[in-house]
Each structure stands twice: as C-alpha cells, then as structure tokens.
C-alpha cells in the first residue's frame, strides 16, 4: 500500500503560485486547497468583481468566462479577465463556493488599472497580467540592469536544458499525472524559489503598476491574516508575484504607493468568453498556444494520449477522411515511442501532431490546419446566467436572439434568409440595426442562391470584444431598435457627403427604421439641394435605387424616397453630358464607372414607375436621350462614347448596324489610336472595378456578331507600329477581364478569319458561321460515307442517302 508523505508547511499564508490557464497548476491548486483545508481564498482579480463570484457555482455559468469591466462614461475603456475550465483561478472559486469558504478577490480594483491609460486594449485580463498567463510571468523589465525584458519560463527553461520554455513546462507541471500522491506543496514551493531567484537577479520588472498592484496585494494579505490568521489563508496568483507577496514590508510603505491613484467609476460582470480568444495569436498577452488541448489535459480522467487522438480521427471522419481504430491504435504507439526516443515523461502534443501527421494524414499538412483550428485551439463558447448583471441594451438583444432562436457562436457560419418569411425578415432586421451600432456580429455576404432582393445571405462570428461594442451602443438607447434609430440619426445629421446619406437612407430600410426615416430624409433633401456636383449625384443615386427595391420587398413606405430619387435622376440627366466634356483618362475612368451604375439605378426606378408619373417625368426616355447623345458626341471621351453605345445596344435602343456604324465611325482611320483603343474598351470591356471575368459580356457580343469582330479585328491590324505600344495596355486591360473560353474563342475566330473585314455582307449575318459552304471540304466525308452505307453505291446514292 502506498502512502503520502507531506512535508509539514511552513507556518503563515499558502502562496500557490500558478500560471495563468494552466491545467497542472490548476490539478495542483485543487489538491493543495484540499490539504490544506484554508478559511478563506484570496485571487488575484479585480475587487469589484467579489460580488459576482457567487454566480460562479450557477448551473448555468459554464466556462471559458471572464470578468468584464468598463468606464461607466466610456465603456470602449475596458478590460477582462478571462478564466477557463482549467484556470487555476477558476478552480480555486469554484472549490472555495463549494465548501463556503470565503473568496475574494485582491488586486488592484478596476477602477484604477483603468484610469491609468485611455488605450482600451492596454488591459487585456489576467489581472492585467498580459505576460503572466502565459507563463512569461513578468514581461519583465529592471532599470537598475539595462532594461533587460525577460520571460521567466524561459529562463527557467534554459537554465533546465531546454530550447522551447511551453515544452519545458508540459513536462515539469502539465503532464504530471493526476492523483500522483506527492506532496501537495511541493510544486509550490519550487516555483516559488525559482521565482525569487528571478526577482532576485531581474528585479521588480520596473513597471509602477506592477509595484502598485502588489501593494494591494499585500494590504489586502495582511487584512485577511488579521480577520482570519495565518494559517487559514489561501492566495492563488501568479507565481512571478509570491515573491513580491512575501517581501517583508510596512502597511505605510504599501499605502505610500497607494496614494494618489486615478480613479474612474467602472461597472463590471460576467461575460462569455471562447477557446480561440485564450490563444495567445489572438493578441491576448496572457494566451496560451492551445487552450483546445489544455482543456482536454485537464478534463481527461485517465489515458489522456488515447483519448485525444480519438477526439482527432473522430474529426478527419466527420471530414470524411479515411480513419479506422488502427489508425488510431498506431497514432498512440508512435506517439508514445516518440516521447520516449525525446525523454519526455508523457507524449505532448508535439508528439501527438507528429503521430497525426504520419498515421492518419499520410504526411500531408491540410487535415492538420483542421485539427489546429477545431481541437488544438477550439471554438468552445462559454455561457453565463440570466442573473448576471447587464446593461438594458445587452438584455434587449440577449431576448431577441433567444425569440429570433439566433444563438451566438464563437464560430463562423452561414446564415440564408429569405426575407418574404416573418422570422426571417426579423432576422435580417436585427442584424442590421446592429450592424448601424457598430456591432459586428454579422457581415452580409454574395449568397450562394437567388440573386432576388427578397434573399440575403449572412456570416455570423460573436466575440467576447462585441460586449463591449454593446455596452458603448448603449448610449443611444435601453433596446436595439431605440439605439439604431437615435443612431441614425446622429449620423445623417453630421454626415457631409451625399452618398454618404444616401447609403445610410439604405441602410435604415434594411433595418426597419422608420422613425429614423424622415431624420435622413430631410439630411438628404437638404444636401441634395445645394450639391451640384454630378459625379457626387451619381454616387448617391444607386443606393436610393436599391432603397426603393428593398421598401418593396419589406413593405415599407418609400414614397418621398422615391420622389428625392426621380429628382436626383433628373438633374444627373441634365448635368452628365456636359460633365463629360474634355475629360482626362482618369475624370474618364471614373465617369465611365458613374455611367453603368446610374444606368442600372434608373432602370430600378424606371421599373417601379409609370412611363411618364404625374409631373410628366419619362425617367427612362429621358435617360435614352441622354445615352444616344453621349454615344455621337465627339468631345466625349471614346470610353464614355463607347460605353454609352454598348449600353444602348445591350437595351434594345441601338440596332446592331447602328452600333456597327459608330464603331465603324471610331475606328476609322482619322481617329488617334488611342481615343479608338479607349473606344473598344468601353464598347466591349466590363464596367470599371468590377472583379475579373466580369466583362465576358462584351466578349461574347464580340463571339456572336463577328462583323464587330472584324471591324475590330481591322482597326488593330491597321494601327501604326509607333502607336501600338500606346494602345496595347488598354487593350490588354479590356480582353484580359475575358473568361478564359470566351478568350479562347475569340482567338480561334481571328485565327481562322472573320466573317467581315469592314460593314457587315448579308452571308455574314448568320453569328459564329463562315461566308458559305466549302464544295471541297463537304466532298471529303464521302469515302467515310461509303464505308459506313455500303462500297456498291455510287456517290449520287450516297450524297441522297446523306441527305
């Protein structure tokens, strides 16, 4: 029989030095507080937070969590302080409710740490202790030697041997089995020494904060050893501040540093927090490289190596990969044969990924990016409960995601809504009006289906930083429709750019606003009237277009939307020919790309209207007009020229001997090469900034009616060797933005010769066919012929037998 030998503590507080989300230190934590049996737990975290430590033991209250605290007057101010399953800190709370203990929390109160920057990010958690958590413990820095940083795991870790300080610390503290029957204390206090021994060459680190924060510590100590004795007192902290903690110092030097501080008044709860934003790539100072895998250290009762690489092939199956329980079996066994050819106590997760790798990926590194992201890190979602303490804002929307059943999730997936259902209009409502607080929850997308406006298509990711993004919305109002109306607003009346009102007019029919409505619609009206300038017309125009169509399709009343919107259609057709008079190639590009979007938007308003409505307005024959003036104009542009033609054309309004006709007028001799080139351009290239292969349109127009083709083809072959150079990156630029088929036709046409070199013949009409029929080339199918129908007949017989 086994028995434990418990070297006898040294009389005073237990100190329990521990890294932050650590699942040794927390195992440890857990047995020592068992041994020791304290009357009361001291934790390093913010004091505010003692009067929310007893939620910790609600059912509902299921890690990872942290602790949120922001400026009452400034909530972007805020820091956490995030505890997992396996957090040391965690464990102590949760083992102090459980046998009434008293817990409470004693470094430096929120209200300070934040008062000392106005960097929201300069406080990330762990009791603001970045480098702590993530066993660097003091990100150290000692003026009295230089200013030398230093990471005291890999000091330690150096100083043991070894070249990667996380691989040092599996296998000193992690990979100690559970239930080993060592001396609770012992790891403790060898931390502890190490500790000092660091402090003793480093320093204090140099970091005020630092010195301020362990004064609080230690006057918090002192009241609790008075209240409770000596030996009844637990502290869990991080280990880099025992010694700090054990320094003999006075109650008035402690309160000397404590005097004077800044203070803010903060709010502060429990909010959830996930997997991936422990990881230290996340920016958490206090991360740790897996927290998938921790997790898993600590919550496995036994064989924690067999049971991980279970939780793997069941993975790769769900990805449809082949793996079979032999695979697994041979994963263990190279993983544990590794760790013993490398001298380690117990196969880490270096051994397990090399094991993966070589057994059930066949050496490839793509199941193993999979593997990294859901299991090694995670996505695990902590919860809290309803009883924690929110602001109205956060509880509004806590109850429409519960009634809209659109539960947050730490990882990222779809969501298609179809707009004409009820739940779903609600839905895409709320993302919306949050998206108008800035919150980021979800982002609207290019939906895999219909391409309707009654369809939406959305990515959701929720993050622990959107807390705080409700909590600064919650300014402008108690629920999410009160905020994003008051919010709308605010910003229609300090927008200055038309477009930019236009765009929030959209954006507030999205989100069912109608009280924001008639706020925007007065901004825009008053904008609209005293802005002249036709291209900041043409940007603000398609938004009020889509506006319209989205009012329909959420029955909103777009009545006076409509109205602002035939009038800004109006002035445009008015303002645009003269605009794009004497233009340069930029003013040109940029005026082209306001032609195409104002011809879709009057086509949108030109839909939902009347030919002529009742004060006489013909949106679409006025905006003909202006296209066929455009397109014969010389002092245009040949791109606006171009495009005005090709759109006309594409409308029905031009016959293709008209458009044949002006390209031919375009590109006759007379004209600069490179007004032709930007002609062809934009006559048959795509609309500028749209995405490659966006343009195949004019391409396939191109492929379809080859006396264009020829005409073009005419013109390149005629442009002077000088010029060519000039015009060859425009061209390059229009054909490049080609499918590669339609390329491949294009250039197999040429090849082979178009119909036409010049006006269109009537045996060329006939798209993608040559001039006539080849006598000599029909003839050479007869042999074949008379194998397949017989060698007796004659070719009479066979060309009536083909026939």
Avoid at 62 to 90: T, Y
Avoid at 115 to 132: I, S, V
Avoid at 367 to 382: N, S
Avoid at 430 to 437: D, G, M, N, V
Wanted: a negative charge; charged letters at 25%.
């Amino acid at each position: 029989m086994t028995t434990t030998t418990t070297t006898p503590r040294a009389a005073g507080p237990l100190l329990l030095g521990v890294r932050h989300h650590g699942p040794g230190s927390a195992r440890a934590v857990r047995s020592a507080l068992d041994a020791a049996a304290p009357g009361v737990v001291l934790i390093e975290g913010p004091p505010e937070g003692d009067v929310l430590l007893p939620l910790a033991a609600d059912e509902a209250m299921r890690p990872p969590v942290a602790l949120l605290a922001h400026v009452v007057d400034d909530p972007g101010r805020a820091a956490f302080w995030p505890l997992a399953e396996f957090s040391p800190e965690w464990v102590a709370i949760r083992w102090a409710l459980a046998h009434g203990v008293p817990v409470r929390f004693i470094d430096l109160p929120a209200a300070h740490s934040l008062a000392f920057t106005t960097d929201p990010d300069a406080e990330t958690g762990a009791g603001a202790d970045e480098a702590e958590g993530g066993g660097s413990g003091g990100d150290s820095e000692d003026a009295e030697s230089g200013g030398v940083r230093i990471d005291p795991l890999a000091v330690l870790a150096r100083t043991a041997g070894y070249d990667d300080p996380e691989r040092w610390w599996e296998d000193v503290v992690e990979h100690r089995a559970p239930g080993r029957t060592d001396d609770p204390f012992a790891p403790f206090e060898a931390v502890a020494e190490a500790m000092g021994e660091l402090r003793e060459e480093y320093g204090s680190g140099g970091h005020r904060r630092d010195l301020v924060r362990e004064a609080h510590m230690r006057v918090q100590l002192r009241a609790a050893r008075k209240e409770f004795g000596d030996g009844a007192v637990a502290v869990v902290c991080g280990a880099w501040h025992v010694p700090a903690l054990r320094a003999r110092t006075t109650l008035a030097a402690d309160r000397a540093l404590l005097k004077g501080l800044p203070k803010v008044k903060t709010d502060i709860t429990w909010v959830p927090w996930t997997h991936r934003r422990l990881a230290r790539h996340s920016g958490y100072g206090a991360g740790i490289d897996s927290p998938g895998w921790y997790g898993h250290l600590f919550s496995a009762p036994d064989r924690p190596v067999e049971r991980w690489l279970t939780k793997v092939a069941g993975l790769l199956r769900e990805e449809d990969r082949v793996v079979s329980s032999a695979h697994v079996i041979e994963a263990v066994r190279l993983a544990q044969t590794l760790a013993v050819m490398r001298g380690r106590p117990l196969a880490g997760l270096t051994e397990t990924v090399d094991a993966v790798r070589a057994v059930m990926c066949e050496g490839s590194e793509v199941p193993l990016a999979l593997i990294q992201d859901r299991l090694i890190v995670g996505d695990t979602l902590g919860e809290v409960p309803d009883t924690a303490p929110a602001v109205p804002l956060q509880r509004d929307l806590t109850r429409l995601q519960r009634s809209l059943r659109l539960k947050p999730e730490a990882s990222e997936r779809e969501l298609d809504l179809d707009l004409r259902k009820e739940t779903d209009a609600a839905k895409s409502t709320l993302l919306h009006r949050l998206r108008l607080l800035d919150i980021g929850w979800g982002r609207a997308v290019a939906g895999r289906g219909s391409t309707g406006t009654f369809r939406e298509s959305w990515r959701l990711s929720w993050e622990p930083e959107l807390y705080v993004r409700v909590a600064e919305a919650g300014v402008w109002g108690t629920t999410v429709l009160a905020a994003a109306t008051a919010r709308a607003g605010a910003r229609a009346l300090a927008a200055t750019a038309l477009s930019d009102i236009t765009a929030l007019a959209e954006r507030c029919l999205r989100a069912a606003l109608p009280d924001a409505l008639p706020v925007v619609m007065r901004a825009l009206a008053d904008r609209a009237a005293l802005d002249a300038d036709i291209g900041r017309l043409a940007e603000a125009l398609p938004a009020l277009a889509r506006s319209l169509r989205y009012g329909d399709v959420r029955s909103t009343d777009t009545g006076a939307l409509g109205e602002v919107a035939a009038g800004l259609a109006e002035r445009i057709c008015v303002g645009l020919p003269p605009a794009c008079a004497a233009l340069d190639a930029d003013g040109a590009a940029e005026m082209r790309g306001h032609l195409d979007s104002v011809h879709t938007a009057i086509g949108l308003l030109a839909a939902g209207r009347p030919a002529a409505d009742h004060e006489g307005r013909d949106l679409a024959g006025r905006w003909e007009a202006v296209l066929v003036r455009l397109a014969g104009r010389e002092s245009v542009p040949g791109g606006i020229r171009g495009r005005a033609a090709r759109l006309l054309l594409d409308d029905g309004r031009f016959a293709e001997d008209e458009a044949a006709r002006l390209m031919g007028l375009a590109l006759s001799p007379g004209t600069p090469p490179a007004d032709a080139a930007a002609w062809v351009e934009g006559f048959v290239g795509g609309a500028p900034g749209r995405p490659r292969g966006a343009g195949s349109g004019g391409g396939m127009l191109l492929i379809h009616d080859e006396r264009l083709l020829g005409l073009v083809d005419a013109w390149l072959t005629g442009v002077a060797p000088d010029a060519f150079t000039d015009v060859l990156p425009l061209l390059r630029r229009t054909f490049s933005a080609y499918e590669p088929g339609v390329r491949r036709t294009l250039g197999e046409l040429v090849r082979r010769g178009p119909a036409a070199q010049g006006p269109a013949t009537a045996e060329a009409t006939v798209p993608g066919f040559g001039p006539g029929l080849d006598p000599a080339r029909a003839d050479a199918v007869l042999p074949v012929l008379r194998l397949l129908l017989g060698a007796d007949r004659d070719d009479n017989d066979l060309v009536g037998a083909g026939t």
